[in-house]
């Protein structure tokens, strides 16, 4: 079974990242939920990066606001990959803080990044990235696209009448 680790800096992120288990969940994706602060509680986060690949977890979907140091440690510490998610934040500079300290990350320390608020997307990545190994899942983002491309389809149909 594919595992998605969903990680994020605190529970005020929550409602954003939870597009990301909703649409993990609705392709049969197995989620472990966690918060671990990059500044709060840096302890869990090395444990957490160090060893969740020992625990089955094959992808990273790591959410952050403001400095949003979380998804880029967790990636200097795993060895799998981590899809970060900026969020914007209470304290945020319109997001901006968030996108670039999760975008900038330097040479050999990769995070691929969805746009801010992005979970949705950061799950429908992380399962394409399952799905390269695992034909369930691919089957189901094979069909969930087609369901996009059939509503816009249908959209264009209620337009035109």
Known sequence: MSKVGIIMGSTSDMPVM??????????????????VSAHRTPDKLFDYGKNAHTRGINVIIAGAG????????????????????????????DGWDSVLSILQMPGG??????????????GILAAQILGSSNQDVLQKIVDYKEDLKKKV????????K
């Open 18 to 35: 939870q597009e990301a288990i909703d649409i993990l969940k609705s392709f049969d994706v197995e989620v472990e939920v966690d918060i």
């Open 66 to 93: 403001g400095a949003a140091h979380l998804p880029g440690m967790i990636a200097s510490l795993s060895p799998l990959p981590v899809i970060g998610v900026p969020v914007k934040s209470s304290n945020s500079i």
């Open 109 to 122: 320390v990769p995070v691929a990044t969805v746009a801010l608020n992005g979970a949705k997307n950061a």
């Open 153 to 160: 389809i249908e959209g264009a149909k209620s337009i035109k």
